[in-house]
Nanobody
Framework: VQLQASGGGLVQPGGSMTLSCAAS??????????IGWFRQAPGKAREGVSCIHSNDERMNYADSVKGRFTASRDKAKNTVYLQMNHLKPEDTAVYSC???????????????????WGQGTQVTVSS
């Protein structure tokens, strides 16, 4: 199982950006995996941002991003996305995706023992 994250960069405050996390080694349509998005800003602990399951509709979001970020998936492409709107400077961080087999997306996803991580992608929100 491998994950490939992409889509980071520089965006102005109030702008939008979409991150992608392409998965290989399992199939969204038939396998049960939870995929989580995390971020870590310099000097801060890693924070769970969102989670989504490979084939059910449950999703969860950190309070800090609710109403601004939306997770989605494309089963045909085995890819999950994180659409980030109304970005703020405090959203600046390295964003990573991770996956775990057999778990569902619950409010406790940040406490899971995530087994597979994609490389991080830098998101910088600045004018």
């Amino acid at each position: 199982v491998q994950l490939q994250a992409s889509g980071g960069g520089l965006v102005q405050p109030g702008g939008s950006m979409t991150l992608s996390c392409a998965a290989s080694g399992f199939t969204f349509a038939s396998d049960s995996y939870v995929i989580g998005w995390f971020r870590q800003a310099p000097g801060k602990a890693r924070e769970g941002v969102s989670c989504i399951h490979s084939n059910d509709e449950r999703m969860n979001y950190a309070d800090s991003v609710k109403g601004r970020f939306t997770a989605s998936r494309d089963k045909a492409k085995n890819t999950v996305y994180l659409q980030m709107n109304h970005l703020k400077p405090e959203d600046t961080a390295v964003y990573s995706c991770a996956t775990l087999r057999g778990f569902h997306c619950t409010p406790y996803y940040s406490d899971y023992d995530w087994t597979t991580w994609g490389q991080g992608t830098q998101v910088t929100v600045s004018s």
